[in-house]
């Protein structure tokens, strides 16, 4: 018959083994996602056009230049010479973004912290049942 702390030591193995690397995995992804969430610039844009479901945005640029882009519309239609607020990538100014980029990797910091608190905690019950059963 097995001994239930040994039992115990194994699982809490087994998670340390998934959860640690998993979390790690997510914690790294979520970073970088808000690294590069950071980056967007908020812009005034005029919609020039609407079509259905898009809309024709034209904003200034760094240089002072017109981007115009088209993206598509969320919420409420808006009116011919409507101003939106957008978000623009430095490296993709002519993709902007109409929701605020903010939030980009909070639920893969959520997760991947629970994950890794697990995976700590498995590792730590690891080290410390055998330690128990004497």
């Known amino acids: 018959m097995t001994d239930p702390l040994d039992a115990a030591s194994l699982i809490a193995e087994v998670f340390a083994w998934v959860a640690l690397p998993t979390g790690v995995l997510f914690l790294v992804i979520g970073i970088a996602r808000r690294v590069w969430a950071s980056r967007y610039e908020q812009q005034k844009a005029v919609i020039t056009t609407v ?75 690891g080290i410390v049942i055998p330690f128990i059963q004497g």
């Open 51 to 125: 079509h259905e479901s898009d809309a024709r945005l034209r904003w200034f640029g760094e240089g002072r230049e017109v981007i115009e882009a088209i993206a598509p519309l969320t919420g409420s239609i808006p009116a011919v010479g409507d101003a939106r607020t957008v978000w623009v990538h430095p490296l993709k100014p002519d993709s902007p973004r109409l929701d605020d980029p903010a939030t980009d990797g909070r639920a893969m910091l959520i997760v991947g912290g629970i994950a890794f608190a697990v995976g700590m905690l498995g590792l730590i019950a």
